[in-house]
């Protein structure tokens, strides 16, 4: 995701600027994100509430609420007209858009199904048609999604660039050769080829940014769309990352950052990395040890889904304070997560606890389980509240 965050960030000074040289201040405190920034985390977002296992038609609701809420939140990022009235409308609806707006949101849905590109390509087109349904924008994400997704595991320039000219576009223009007569350009048909040929000619991801903006067209989404593809095929230097993060921090988009740092939780935990942290930089060494027995817990914790935990209260976890960290260990698979304990209160039994406590149906039944119905009625409980 910082790969397109970045790009668009270091193009956004020189979206109408016209420059032709990859000779600039490359990222700094006046580089702002904007609506291809913001739809991006979007998404992003949209695919973690949706879920990893969702229908299409789930994820597809889940997109839409997502553009919407951060869309409001940010209303002056610099969508597009048409776009805007997408995103105030009581019930948007896809209006044949074949913008270049379609492309720069998709980023993170290669990575969110890395081991099938079929579903990585519907949930792309998705993304897409429920506002650009035009045949260009589909064409569009399903390029860039494929292109990324290649990258992603380990594929050649040559082997990407002979599928892109295969199902999607010619490429018959070095980046020279498009830089003398490119203007500003925001169909999917005029972004598309310009951004692909910056990744190919590019040597790192730095490189390829730079020369995405020196096209002199829509900067920002040039440079978003040929970054996100960058990104996974180089990585991004982690110094960019800090001063991404800097800048949202400065430009009051918190909130986005948050999305960003939940995704970067999630995506661990999808890889089944064997010790998540949450959050990432422990302040405190006093750490207590849980087992659990779903390895779902992982995923769900690192999303947000599942914020608390609760567990009898006996001798040891009396010890637990607010600002402790609890490992929690897996039993069948002996994966970790460590996670900082946000608050946590005690009750008499489990039934005060599920009546003083907003907990999920399920989730209490499954507890429920572990205990015989003496411990239940008569042992203290506790709710364990955690950051994510």
């Known amino acids: 995701m910082y790969g397109s965050i970045i790009g668009d960030m270091v193009g956004s000074p020189y979206e109408f600027a016209g420059i ?7 990222i700094n405190e006046k580089s702002l994100f904007t609506d291809d920034s913001v739809m991006t985390v979007a998404i992003a977002e949209a695919l ?11 994820i597809r609701k889940s ?19 048409s776009f805007v009235e997408w995103i105030f409308k009581r019930n948007p609806q896809p209006y044949g858009s074949y913008g270049n707006g379609s492309a720069m949101r998709v980023g993170t849905i290669a990575s969110f199904y890395p ?10 087109k998705i993304s897409a048609e429920v506002s650009h349904n035009h045949p260009e924008a589909i064409k ?11 990258s992603n595991k380990g594929g050649e320039k040559d082997e990407i660039r002979k599928i892109v000219e295969e199902k999607y576009y010619i490429l018959d223009k070095s980046c020279d050769e498009i830089r003398q007569d490119y203007k500003f350009d925001v169909s999917c048909q005029g972004t598309m080829p310009a951004a692909i040929q910056c990744f190919f000619e590019g040597n790192n991801y ?14 920002d989404t040039l440079a978003c769309i040929s970054g996100s593809i960058a990104e996974a095929y180089y990585g991004v230097p982690e110094h960019l990352k800090k001063r991404c ?39 405190r060494k006093r750490v207590h040890n849980m087992t659990i027995q779903d390895n779902d ?13 609760i567990r009898m209260c006996d001798s040891k976890r009396k010890e637990i304070q607010p600002g402790d960290y609890i490992t929690f260990k897996c039993r069948k698979t002996e994966k970790k997560c460590i996670v900082k304990v946000k608050s946590l209160h005690v009750y008499s039994n489990i039934f005060e606890l599920n009546r003083k406590e907003n907990v999920n149906v399920r989730y209490i039944k499954e507890v429920m389980k572990y205990y015989t119905k003496e411990e239940l009625a008569n042992k203290p409980f506790m709710m364990i509240k955690l950051f994510y």
């Open 20 to 26: 032709k040289t990859t000779d600039f201040d490359f």
């Open 245 to 283: 993060r800097r800048n949202l921090k400065e430009q009051n988009a918190t909130s986005l950052l948050n999305i960003i740092e939940r995704y970067e939780y999630y995506m661990k935990a999808l890889e089944n990395e064997k010790v998540i942290v949450i959050p990432k930089k422990p302040d």
């Open 63 to 81: 997109i839409i609420e997502s553009m919407v809420r951060l869309g409001r939140m940010f209303p002056s990022a610099g969508y597009g007209s």
């Open 206 to 219: 730095e490189e390829v940014v730079r020369l995405a903006v020196s096209l002199g067209g829509d900067a």
């Open 115 to 124: 081991n099938d590109l079929q579903r990585a390509l519907s949930v792309a």
């Open 48 to 58: 973690m509430n949706a879920g990893h296992d969702a229908d299409l038609d789930v």
């Open 140 to 150: 569009a994400v399903e390029c860039t999604t494929e292109m990324i997704w290649l």
């Open 297 to 309: 817990f992982f995923s769900e914790v690192a999303t947000g889904v599942r914020t608390y935990e």
